[in-house]
């Protein structure tokens, strides 16, 4: 047996009613001021136009990446019947000039700008609402004002509102509401971590740069005798090979002519001693390599 559908007291079926205005019809009301604003058939120009501005703004998180890829779509024109309430209010609030606050109009402000701040203001108190629920007055104050809103972007739409005004509320708007609700959730969400990511992008940039500056620093301070001293134990290429198992001769290396005649003396010398030549030391001598004194 199904389980019953929990009973919807009254003060939730005001703020469903509200709801319901508020994210089915409020945004088709927009979209006729934004169509307005844009036409349709140049929009691809005037989003070309801003390009650099709006990616100011999706630098700033105020686009997001999809919404993004929605004003710029790969291989197709961007439309705007794919454009939620959220990206239509920012490129009519940075793109014309509609002002369009954060905080709700004075009631005697009855221009276009307040109406779209107005829809703003009230749906976001829905979407991060923590009851759920609306008092009559409540209710009757924003529904009215959620109206005349829409009535001032698009006239013909008045009589939509008063039918929804007491129009049967039943779950299926309940279910809308949650989803709605979910969907924003996950937006903030998403929103915070890419925040948050991003934030730790800039401090890892700010200490590799500190990282280059401090390398370039030490090689500027670097003294000439450090640099010297760097050369001198760069590799030296090496000199003539020779074999291990042959004794060294004076030939097998190409030395200047003093020291050549040096190693002569040093072994002349060797030889004489072993075999006790000891005459031939006394003999007068200035260079075996030349004439001998008279």
Same mark, same amino acid.
């Given at each position: 047996m199904a389980s019953a559908l929990p009973v919807i007291s009254r003060e939730e079926i005001n703020f469903l009613r509200v709801a319901n205005l508020l994210i089915r019809h409020s945004p088709k009301a927009v979209r006729i001021l934004f169509n307005r604003e844009f036409n349709p058939s140049g929009l691809t120009s005037v989003l070309s136009k801003n390009r650099n501005k709006? /990616?100011?703004?999706?630098? =700033?998180?105020v686009i997001t990446q999809t919404q993004w890829s929605l004003l710029f779509p790969s291989g197709s024109v961007p439309d705007s019947s794919h454009f939620d309430l959220t990206l239509m209010v920012c490129l009519l609030r940075n793109l014309t000039k509609i002002t369009i606050q954060d905080k709700l109009p004075q009631p005697s402000d009855l221009s276009e700008g307040a109406a779209v701040s107005r829809i703003k203001y009230y749906r976001n108190q829905i979407a991060h609402s923590d009851s759920?629920?609306?008092? /009559?007055?409540?209710?009757? =104050?924003t529904f009215d004002e959620v109206s005349m809103a829409i009535e001032i972007i698009c006239p013909p739409m008045k009589t939509d509102c008063e039918t929804l005004k007491d129009a049967h509320i039943d779950h299926s708007v309940h279910d809308i509401y949650l989803e709605f609700v979910k969907n924003e959730k996950q937006m903030e969400e998403m929103k915070q971590k890419h925040d948050e990511l991003v934030a730790q992008v800039e401090v890892l940039n700010v200490e590799r740069q500190n990282i280059e500056s401090r390398r370039k620093r030490l090689n500027f301070n670097k003294t000439p005798r450090q640099t010297l001293k760097s050369t001198s134990q760069s590799p030296v290429s090496p000199g003539p090979k020779v074999k291990t198992n042959k004794l060294l001769s004076v030939g097998d290396v190409d030395l200047k002519d003093g020291v050549r005649n040096m190693l002569r003396r040093?072994?002349?010398?060797?030889?004489?001693?072993?075999?006790?030549?000891?005459?031939?030391l006394n003999m007068p001598q200035t260079d075996w390599g030349g004439e001998r004194e008279k």
């Open positions: 709006l /990616d100011k703004l999706k630098k =700033k998180h759920g629920a609306l008092s /009559d007055l409540e209710f009757s =104050k040093v072994m002349t010398n060797e030889l004489m001693s072993k075999f006790n030549i000891s005459g031939l």
